[in-house]
Each structure stands twice: as structure tokens, then as C-alpha cells.
């Protein structure tokens, strides 16, 4: 079956610097996938050059199987759907408005329609009139995340969709991208939270500088070599009855 | 207030503006006079609302109205409540394609000079679709624009000092100051051919406006054809406050106040700011035309000077509001 993203010894240059040097990543339906890395080893920077926001020096980037230089922006957007890390919001529209911008495609009324179960979906049913700049950040995320939904995607994407978040919507939003991989949708996640990643992740890809450092389940992608390799940090994944936690410390502390 | 309640009411407004405008004046009419106006528009009476007054007032209320269409465009395109035709340079660029055509003697030319400040106005605004293609930060085309504005400002600097004669520097200087005293039914239809084309282009790209509240790369992974329509907006801004330039030099800050206005009652979703804003721009420019005229100086007002003197503390107070927002 093919993968809905396939991204292939991706290289991508940022001023001086190769942010992405030779990076591979792949996402099938029904998949949640996690993408670690301390800052700056290019997550974000292998996400917008998978998805063409940035151009790629070298290597290829596949959506469902096809070249993403082949496909139209609107045949890309109904293969793809993107979260970015920056939560700004330009103007104070209802969220209903904003989720709805998640399907362009859709008739007015239909899109508003979707919006409006999504919204539900991540728990802000009764709040579709409420201003998006009169919410609390939380609420805001949430808004973004039903707007994520709504482009009703096979592949969602969300750069970290849980900085930020108190604990209660940090698990909440990974409970909503597990739920949209249990129907069907493959989603490629970044998190910083190495317990949230062992806890919700089926795979787990593991970055340093540029290149792939890991790529598995979470107990091999976060074994104690690669926590030590990548992170320097000593100390691994301890099952607890309410799943794994990553119990890690710094050297010598 | 609704959305289309509200329009209804700019547009009432706008009516009776446009209506007291014609009906005050340095001659003074009765009813008969506006009876007689209108069976027979050659008599004196008639010359004097036909072909003074009323192509005065909808040259006002037609250049309100692409100014604020235009601000409402920018500020959708930037995501910042301070962009107006001013800020992308276009109306600085502008007015020095007029000044170059005044200080060559093109004056007495038919059209000479509108047509030196519409290509002054699309080049700045080439130069804009250009750089907004290449730098997709509203921050960094803000910058690029006041860059823009600044140089044009310092070549209009220019060609007032180098000019021979003490004349041009006068008409370059009345230019500046923008007025739409003594225009004619012409004037106005020259007017309304580049704005047309630029409200079409605007409100094409309307959508393209609402996806860029999410910000640019939301936008660019939408589905929408992103790089035509934010090409749409700046070449139809630039269109709109070219024009308005063309014909009627630089009249500041309607662009900017306009679409500030109507948030309040129409939403902030940009697209839906659009009709509103060029309502509400010809109705501020008609009333500040209107002032201009009847506020009793020994000489008559500068149109650019009255929406400049309302327009500039106005700005102050959106940028500290804007700055506090963006600091929160």
C-alpha cells in the first residue's frame, strides 16, 4: 500500500547551514507518528521542505505516491494538512470562521457545517461565535486543531500541536490526532514531551543535526544509546500502569 | 450591528453626504433653483450643480471609495491594521511620477500628468508584487514599503530642488497637498476606468485574504491559488491608489482609517471589510472635502491637508493599539 508521505534523503539549506541533510520519513494510514529532536536538529524544517513550503537542495518528497512538484496546490491540499507551530491568528474572526477556513473546497455552508463538528470534536461545541483573540491560548489551539480536522485530510500534520498546553490539552490533543489515525488518516507529528510521544506514538523518528537518528516504536527509538546520542541525557522509558515514562536526567546530576 | 445592516446604513449616509455637499455651496440655491437644475441642466443653476459641484462631490466620494478599498486590501494582505496605500510607497511613487511630469513641463498636456502619476503608482506596485513574492513576512514587506515611500519622497525632494522655476515647485507643492477643486465629468471617468479594474482584482482576492488571517504557510498549503491572489490584491491596490492619485495627488490616511471604522460593525474578517471600507472612504472623503470647502479660510483648503490633519493622530491611536496587541 503506498504511504500517504514519503520524504526521501530530503536535503534543505538555511542560509549557511544544512537544516535537513539527507532525511528520510514516511507516514501510512492509520499511523501516529512522532518526530523528536532536540531545537534545531530541522523538525520543522523536514516538515515544510516534505510539504513544499521550502525548496529541497536535494532528495524527494512524495504525497500518496505522487511527486509534490507534479501536483496542483489544490490537489496537495486535499492530500495534506498542515498545522503550523505559530499560533498567530491576523484578525478576530469567530471560530467557527476559522475552523471553517480548514475547508476551502466546501461549499460555504457545507464548510461551516464541517467546522461546526470539529469544533465539537475538540470540545469547544458552543463556542463557534466566540472571537478567536478573545480566547485563551488553549481554546486557541484547539480552534486551529478543528481547523486542521476540517481539511478532512489523509495525511494531517501538526508542528508541535502540544507546546504550550497545560497537561489537560496536551492529552486531549494527542487523544484527537490518535482518534484521526484510528480512522484512517495518517499523522506526523513534532513533540518535545519525550513522555507524550512514548505514550501516543506508534513510531517515532529521532533527529539530530539534520539527519535521521532514529526510527521506530518508542522503546527502540527512545532506548537509553539514542537518548544519550542525541540528547546526552542518561536514563530511558519506565512502564508505569498509566503507560511509559520517559525518566531521564542530565549527566552527573 | 449586521453586516448588511450596516452597509445599508454607509450607504444612507453616504447619500445624504453626497446630497448636502451639492446642495452647499459659495452660491446660495432654493428649492426652485434645484427644480429648475433639473429640467434644465444648461441654465446657470444647472451649469453650476452639473458641472461644478456634482463632479466634484463623485470625484471625492470615487476616490474615498478606491482608498479605502485600497487600505482594506493592504491591511487584509499585511495582517497589520497600520498598511495603507502610503505604507507599500504607491501613493509616495505616485505623486513623483506626477512631479517628474510637472517639472518636464508636461502640464499643459491633456492627461500628462494623471498618466505619469498611474504609471508612477504600478510601477511601486510591480515593485511590491515582486518583493512580496520574495519575501513573505507582512513585517518585511512593511519595511520594504516604507524603504520604497522614502526613496520616492526623497526624488520628489528632489525634483523641487533642482526645478528652475519657482511655478512648477508651486504646482509640484499643490499636487502634493491633493485636491479635487475644479474637476469635471471627464476627470471623473478617467478616474473610474484603473479603479474598476483594481476594485475587480480586490475583491477576486478576497478569499486569499481571509486564509492569510491563519498566517502565510496555513495559506500557502490551503488549496487556494495563493501567488495569483496575493498578486491580485497588491496589483489592484496599487491600481485603486494610483488613480486616486492620478486624480487627486496624495490624500493621505482614508486608506488607513476607512477599514478601521467598519471593523467594529462589519467583523474583521478582510474579506467582509471590503465593500464597507470603500463605502466609508467616500463618505469620509466626501464630508472632508465638504470642510474643506466651507470651513471659512482666505485660502480655500487643500483636501490632503484636512483628511492629514484628521488622519495623522488617528494613526497614532491604531498604532498604539496595534503595538500593545502585538506586545499581549
Known sequence: MTAAWTIENLVVRQGDRLAVNGASLSAAAGELVGVLGPNGSGKTTLLRGGLGLLKAEAGTARLAGHALQGLSEAARARLAGYLPQERRIGWNLGSLEIAALGAPDLPPARARAVAADMLERVGLAGFEARGVLEMSGGERARVLLARLLATRAPLLVADEPAAGLDPDAQLLTLDLLRGEAARGAAVVVTLHDLTLAARFCDRLVVMSHGRIAADGPPATALASAVLSAVFGLEGGLVDTPSGPVAAVRRPGR | MSGRRGLVLLAALLLAAALLAVMI????????????????????????LWTIRAPRVVMAGLIGAALGLAGAAL??????????????????????????AIALGLAAVPGAIEIAALVGALAAGVLVVVLAARFREPETLILLGVSISAFAGALSALVFNLSPSPVTTAEVLTWMLGSVANRDWPDVAMTLAPASIGALLVVWSARGLTMLTLGEETAALSGLPMARLRAAAVAGASLLAGAAVAAAGIIGFVGLAAPH??????????????????????????????????????????LGVVTALFGAPLFALVAWRAARSWRA
Do not use: H, M
Open chain 2, 25 to 48: 455651496g459659495e452660491t446660495p440655491l432654493g428649492a426652485s433653483d434645484y427644480l429648475a437644475a433639473l429640467t434644465r441642466p444648461g441654465s446657470p443653476v444647472g451649469e453650476i
Open chain 2, 75 to 100: 491591511q487584509g494582505l499585511l495582517r497589520n491594521p497600520l498598511a495603507d496605500p502610503g505604507v507599500l510607497g504607491v501613493s509616495a511613487s505616485s505623486g513623483l511620477g506626477a512631479g517628474l
Open chain 2, 261 to 302: 471604522l467598519v471593523r467594529r460593525g462589519a467583523g474583521e474578517d478582510p474579506a467582509r471589510t471590503l465593500l464597507p471600507s470603500a463605502l466609508a472612504g467616500a463618505l469620509l472623503l466626501v464630508l472632508a472635502d465638504l470642510a474643506a470647502r466651507v470651513i471659512p479660510t482666505e485660502q480655500e483648503l487643500k
